[in-house]
């Protein structure tokens, strides 16, 4: 039995999708649930928003499989991934480290893609294709993880193919913005694309001598983030984007035919529509904490206190319905 991999994706950056996996990852382990988060994005954002920069440090310039990319560095050689070191963040919550020399690996995965079609020995390419998988299902399994959260990064390219290969359920974070929308006419295609090539070349091996992930990459749904609310734009300007998300995600993600579109507050594919907290970012970059978590030791008093507790709950709803959706049984948290 594997562990279900959920990947938050979108080809269109500056969504705060980094953030939200950050703050699901930790309310997920409030919660009970046992969580083990990948950082797959070369720029190592989740891995910085975890770890002191000291702790990078020594894990970059240390010895040791410290980080996702020492893990499948063998496999640029003639060897497999190697066990990775994961960071323990809290009793229930585990990191495998990113790290920008994983950028490296892009070409040896593309590579791969077209040598998975060949009628040559197939082990080699779907070892490297399937690195990210086999190396977070070990990690997890020691970890006794319930969830595998993956981060990615705001592309197209062979790394995020990989990780989607990887990944049973899909989430879109989205902004108000026609590059948003644009972003989701992209992502759509490519999903369907990347699903079809991967079952096509499973078909083409009829009996594997390893394991290999499903390729599901089932999309549960989208969350609206406001984080890009500005004063000077007005909100008329900003619901017409928003209201174009139900549509386009059915057209684009769903490739559904759309006949009638529900308003963003009462599609069911809309797992949330979160505020801007950019109050109490400050502080929590400060305490190194999720924003939820912030007491008044780290400056949550007054307003911040109750923008905490509202946070706490948006979150809270947000984890609840997402573990339901996917099927995960939420523990009971006395």
């Known amino acids: 039995m594997t562990i279900p991999v959920l990947t938050f994706f979108n080809n269109k950056g500056g969504v705060g999708k980094t953030s939200l996996v950050y703050h699901l990852a930790w309310m997920f382990s409030e919660q009970g649930l046992r969580v083990l988060a990948v950082d797959l994005d070369p720029q190592a954002n989740l891995t910085a928003a975890f770890l002191e920069e000291d702790q990078l440090a020594a ?106 290969l990887a990944s049973n359920h899909v989430i879109v974070p989205l902004g108000a913005d026609l590059f948003s929308l644009q972003g989701l006419r992209n992502l759509g295609p ?80 809309c797992l949330s529509m979160l505020k801007n907290y950019n109050s109490l970012m400050p502080l929590a970059q400060e305490a190194r904490k999720p924003i939820f978590l912030l007491r008044s030791a780290d400056g949550a008093i007054g307003s911040h206190a109750n923008a905490v507790t509202k946070a706490y709950g948006d979150f809270q709803a947000l984890a609840t319905d997402i573990a339901r959706r996917i099927d995960i049984g939420m523990p009971e948290v006395l």
């Open 59 to 164: 894990l970059w310039d240390g010895n040791g499989v410290t980080t996702i990319f020492r893990s499948v560095k063998p496999l640029l050689d003639v060897g497999d991934f190697a066990p990775v070191d994961y960071q323990q963040l809290s009793p229930n919550l585990a990191l495998i480290p990113g790290d920008l020399g994983l950028s490296g690996f892009e070409d040896e995965l593309s590579a791969t893609w077209t040598d998975a079609m060949g009628d040559k020995n197939k082990t080699r390419p779907f070892r490297i294709l399937t690195a990210f998988w086999r190396a977070a299902q070990e990690a997890a399994v020691r970890h006794k993880a319930d969830l595998i959260l993956f981060d990615v990064g705001p592309n197209l390219g062979a790394i995020n193919r990989a990780a989607l």
């Open 190 to 269: 490519t999903l369907r694309d990347w699903r079809a090539g991967w079952k096509k070349r499973r078909d083409d091996w009829p009996k594997p001598d390893l394991d290999l992930p499903p390729g599901d990459m089932h999309p549960v749904g989208y969350i609206a983030m406001r984080h890009g609310v500005r004063l000077t734009r007005p909100v008329k300007a900003y619901n017409r984007w928003l209201d174009q998300i139900p549509g386009e995600f059915r057209r684009s993600v769903l490739d559904k035919e759309v006949k009638k579109v529900p308003a963003i507050e009462k599609d069911d594919y």
